[in-house]
């Protein structure tokens, strides 16, 4: 299938196909830690998984992100990213909204 190919997959003993996950550390940034009303949280993703894909399962623990979703930077490891790029276990995803000031 498209898109499986860097996702790791091995039967458990009973022959059920079991997928590896990945953990990362998701960093909350501005406005982003105010609606989550945290620093950072962990999570647990299916090896393969991308930015997005992290993005979504963040947003699906924490709906009140959707006000800013749109408008959001990605970094990884510090350094800006994209939607479509891989994560890796104990990688950290920032989320970084818009910063306003004056």
């Known amino acids: ?8 997959e091995t ?10 996950l990945v953990q990362i550390k998701a960093l909350f940034f501005a406005r982003a830690r105010d609606l989550t009303g945290l620093n950072d949280v962990i999570l647990d ?9 992290c ?3 963040i947003v699906g623990k924490f709906p009140r992100l959707e006000e800013i979703i749109g408008c ?4 990884l490891n510090e350094d800006y ?3 479509s ?15 306003s000031g004056g």
């Open 1 to 8: 299938m498209k898109g499986q190919e860097d996702r790791l």
């Open 11 to 20: 039967s458990d003993s009973s022959g059920e196909k079991v997928e590896h």
């Open 45 to 53: 993703v299916p090896s393969g998984s991308t930015a997005k894909d």
């Open 55 to 57: 993005l979504n399962k």
């Open 72 to 75: 959001v930077v990605l970094a």
């Open 81 to 83: 990213t994209t939607e």
């Open 85 to 99: 790029t891989i994560v890796k276990d104990k990688d950290e995803l920032a989320i970084i909204p818009p910063i």
